[in-house]
């Protein structure tokens, strides 16, 4: 297992369209969640799936966004008529029920930029 | 949630150690300590836990008082490798990672 992959890595789009991004987490792990990262601060928590349902959404996920995880695998983030405020590192990461806090593997993020 | 007070930036030099101290006055009985950190374009990756008194690991220790109100991660003799943002983070062991702001390192040759 190779860890938790993002997929693209970088992005741009222009103001009002809609992207979709994919984690493919490690395969065991049941719990997905996504964040986002601007410049200078830390992650913030998005949602997160224990397998297919998602269990919670942060206020931060407006109704532009969406995520699934169909299958209780990879899972897509979706952002419909994008902003220049969304520009920002999406970062997913997964973890096993039971593992803990130290127990969270992260990818390496997709860069979005809305011009 | 408790919420977490770390200083923003530190800088140090090659050999030392670095000492990188967090507030945390409202930790509740069932919380934890957590150290992430994070490299320029990665994601964050765990470091170190602990609950209460010392904990030690090949990268780091994390020191924590009988009062728990505050934390200190100790990295020995960093390098220039281990320029990063460390994060602190407080929490039960079922809850998600909230991130603060965490403390931008350099360490400089």
């Known amino acids: 297992d190779t860890g938790v992959s993002q997929d693209p890595r970088h992005k741009i789009t222009k103001r009002g369209q809609n992207v979709t991004f994919r984690c493919d987490p490690i395969?065991?792990?049941?719990?997905l969640y996504w964040y986002r990262q601007t410049l200078g601060q830390g992650p913030e928590f998005l949602t997160y799936?224990?397998?297919?349902?998602?269990?919670?959404k942060s206020r931060l996920l407006s109704d532009r966004f969406s995520a699934e995880r169909p299958k209780g695998s990879f899972s897509t983030l979706e952002i419909q008529r994008t902003e220049q405020g969304d520009s920002a590192m999406y970062l997913c990461?997964?973890?096993?029920?039971?593992?803990?806090?130290?127990?969270?593997?992260f990818g390496s993020g997709t860069r979005l930029t809305v011009v | 949630l408790a919420k977490t007070t770390q200083p923003i930036s530190m800088d140090s030099y090659e050999g030392q150690e670095v000492n990188i101290t967090c507030s945390h006055n409202?930790?509740?009985?069932?919380?934890?300590i957590t150290w992430y950190q994070q490299f320029p374009s990665q994601g964050p990756r765990f470091i170190i836990q602990g609950y209460k008194t010392k904990v030690t690991n090949e990268v780091a220790s994390l020191f924590i008082p009988a009062d728990r109100k505050s934390s200190t991660l100790s990295l020995p003799r960093v390098s220039l490798s281990d320029t990063a943002v460390y994060y602190c983070l407080v929490g039960d062991e079922g809850g998600k990672l909230i991130f603060g702001q965490g403390t931008e390192l350099s360490v400089k040759p």
């Open positions: 799936f224990q397998n297919e349902a998602q269990l919670e």
């Open positions: 990461a997964s973890s096993l029920l039971g593992a803990g806090r130290y127990g969270y593997t």
């Open positions: 409202n930790i509740a009985t069932n919380d934890y």
């Open positions: 395969s065991e792990h049941n719990r």
